[in-house]
């Protein structure tokens, strides 16, 4: 069964260093989505992504957060200076229809900020 | 912002009874979608409600939304400690594409 994939699993770094998150979207979906879980809570929506653009993003997503798609199949998520409070689990999904359907989830990769 | 909430937080039940999980919604809604996330895992889709009243079923679980579409419910029959993790309701508005998650219940099952 098709699946998303993402790597690192984990990754911890230092306050201020970049990073990034790489995700492989399943094939011939065309929406892709960022999101953030930090530990114990909810599933904020960081941005999403449609036609090489960004199509909605959330006010979580400020100037320290970029995402690329670069070759047609990597989806990555760049943290330009990352801070104590982005310490979170973040999962990429992906989807073949947007609004109408159902989100496939990777199994995410957990930031740790020292 | 828009505001999905979700009652109750945890939930701990005994094997066998029935649990509920409500989900509420400040604004009227395109349609919802629900999401299990397994203790360590990822969110994996269950089900997509659209239309006003609707009711699905699967073996077990019955979703439910709400006539105004602002509200919908989860309700799992004679519970299995496979049942066991965070159950989300996520939110899509008219008009843009952000799936908002719910704050989710937590259930635990005491075999």
């Known amino acids: 069964e098709p699946e998303v994939t993402q790597t690192p699993s984990h990754q911890v770094t230092q306050m201020g260093q970049e990073v990034i998150l790489r995700c492989v979207p399943i094939s011939n979906h065309l929406y892709f989505y960022w999101y953030r879980q930090i530990l114990g809570q909810k599933v904020e929506f960081l941005v999403s992504f449609y036609n090489n653009e960004i199509s909605e993003k959330s006010e979580i997503f400020d100037d320290q957060f970029s995402v690329e798609r670069p070759d047609g199949s990597n989806f990555t998520l760049k943290i330009r200076s990352t801070k104590l409070e982005d310490s979170a689990m973040y999962f990429c999904?992906?989807?073949?229809?947007?609004?109408?359907?159902?989100?496939?989830f990777g199994e995410g990769s957990r930031l740790t900020v020292l | 912002g828009q505001q999905v909430m979700q009652i109750p937080q945890y939930q701990h039940v005994q094997e066998g009874e029935d649990f509920t999980t409500y989900c509420n919604s400040s604004t009227t809604l395109s349609n919802i979608q629900w999401y299990k996330q397994r203790p360590g895992g990822h969110p994996v889709f269950l089900i997509q409600?659209?239309?006003?009243?609707e009711v699905k079923k699967q073996k077990r679980l019955t979703f439910q939304f709400g006539e105004a579409k602002k509200n919908s419910s989860l309700h799992i029959t004679a519970t299995q400690t496979t049942d066991v993790g965070t159950y989300f309701c996520?939110?899509?508005?008219?008009?843009?594409?952000?799936?908002?998650f719910g704050t989710g219940t937590r259930l635990t099952i005491i075999p």
């Open positions: 999904a992906s989807g073949d229809v947007s609004n109408t359907g159902e989100l496939f």
């Open positions: 996520a939110a899509i508005n008219f008009g843009n594409e952000k799936l908002t």
């Open positions: 409600l659209v239309k006003s009243g």
